[in-house]
């Protein structure tokens, strides 16, 4: 072997050493490439994105199909829509009440204050004082002429009343129907028409979960909506209304917004905004349109509203009297519808025609609701032994006792 071969031979051997190095690098990192194609690559049966926590439980079926998306049941538009073509028939109502001062016959901090306000008044050299109350609230017209629909303790006390529409009209406008039971005022608005009037809904027809949106003019910020669901219904005992079955609603009811409307999904009026739970959040209330029909109908027929009248208190029975249905009669008036069909102080009245009570509220909202001169056939308990009294309803007098 000759001198100059060592060189060669160990250059050839350097150079293969080299050779099999990159080749081990070189597959190392096209093994951790193809790793991570291969767990990047969906598997079978298995669709991509995230995990199990994105996955619907839902598994449509011939009777059960796929619903639609969101935006097809409700675009995003729909609220919108709703508002602006409500915005027209909702009003924004100011109230102004005169309150004057008053001096008592005793005056109990200065007879001699009494004295001189007492000569001054007689001599016409002084004028009492008079306070201006303003209020708010709202309401919706609900027929072209100019009728208003809104809470009768918006207007109760009211010396001055003046509506402002959505165009920026402010006009006066006065009462031309009332009624405290169902806490109801129907207004006439004074200046020309025609006005854009509500489409009224069927309020029998909501369940709980509907969406639901509320109209009016709270703290006085006229034309405002906010959205919500209808919580409940029926809702009673709330020593709101001497007639309870309101709509409790999670839409937004704030001061002012007593008397302004309760929308549908299809922009239809199923309310009246009425009171809220002032010891929770997002409990309100509304007056079914349902109970305003009436209402409104007899007032536009210039007939005076009438309560049906029996002439009897009941209250719901004591906690562990019998199985605790039914309601017990406290009072019956002397000479009353009750009287003179036979009812008696302490008979407990188990069933209204072929409807079984459940509690003062229902029994009451059942004889208002039917009307006056409506005969109704009552299943009562007097003594342990049932008993049915056949009782007509007559025009509540304006004068209970004699």
């Avoid at 909202?365 to 009294?389: F, K, Q, S």
């Amino acid at each position: 072997m000759s001198g100059d071969s060592m060189p060669t031979f160990f250059f050839g051997r350097g150079r293969l050493r080299g050779a099999l190095g990159l080749a081990l690098v070189v597959g190392v990192f096209s093994g951790a490439f193809a790793a991570c194609e291969r767990a990047d690559a969906p598997r079978p049966g298995r669709a991509s994105g995230p995990g199990p926590a994105a996955t619907s439980a839902y598994r449509p079926t011939e009777e059960n199909p796929a619903p639609p998306s969101a935006e097809v049941l409700i675009p995003r538009t729909r609220f919108a829509q709703i508002a602006k073509a409500a915005a027209p028939m909702v009003v924004h109502l100011k109230t102004v009440q005169e309150l004057r001062d008053e001096w008592p016959l005793f005056h109990r901090k200065s007879d001699h204050a009494f004295f001189e306000r007492f000569f001054k008044d007689l001599l016409g050299l002084s004028k009492k004082a008079v306070t201006k109350q303003e209020g708010v609230g709202s309401g919706f017209i609900v027929n072209p002429a100019g009728f208003v629909l809104t809470n009768f303790h918006v207007v109760r006390h009211a010396d001055e009343i003046r509506a402002v529409l959505s165009d920026g009209r402010e006009m006066r406008a006065y009462v031309v129907g009332e009624d405290p039971r169902t806490d109801l005022a129907l207004l006439r608005l004074e200046g020309e028409g025609p006005f854009p009037a509500a489409d009224l809904g069927d309020s029998d027809r909501l369940e709980s979960g509907e969406w639901a949106m509320a109209a009016g003019s709270p703290l006085g910020l006229s034309q405002t909506f906010t959205v919500g669901v209808v919580s409940a219904t029926g809702r009673s005992h709330l020593g709101i209304t001497s007639r309870e079955n309101f709509i409790q609603t999670d839409a937004s009811i704030n001061y002012g917004n007593s008397g302004g409307p309760l929308l549908n999904i299809n922009g239809e009026v199923v309310g009246i905004n009425t009171a809220i739970m002032p010891t929770g959040h997002g409990i309100g209330f509304a007056i079914p349109v349902n109970m305003a029909r009436g209402f409104v109908d007899e007032v536009l027929r210039d007939q005076p509203v009438r309560a049906a009248w029996l002439g009897i208190e009941a209250r719901a029975p004591f906690a562990g009297q019998a199985d605790g249905n039914g309601v017990v009669l406290q009072s019956v008036q002397w000479g009353s519808p009750a009287w003179r069909s036979g009812l008696r102080p302490s008979d407990r009245i188990l069933r209204v025609d072929d409807t079984d009570l459940e509690g003062a509220a229902q029994f009451k909202r059942m004889i208002a609701d039917g009307g006056v001169g409506v005969e109704r056939t009552l299943t009562v308990e007097r003594d342990g032994a049932p008993e049915t009294i056949r009782v007509r309803s007559e025009a509540q007098p304006s004068r209970v006792f004699p």
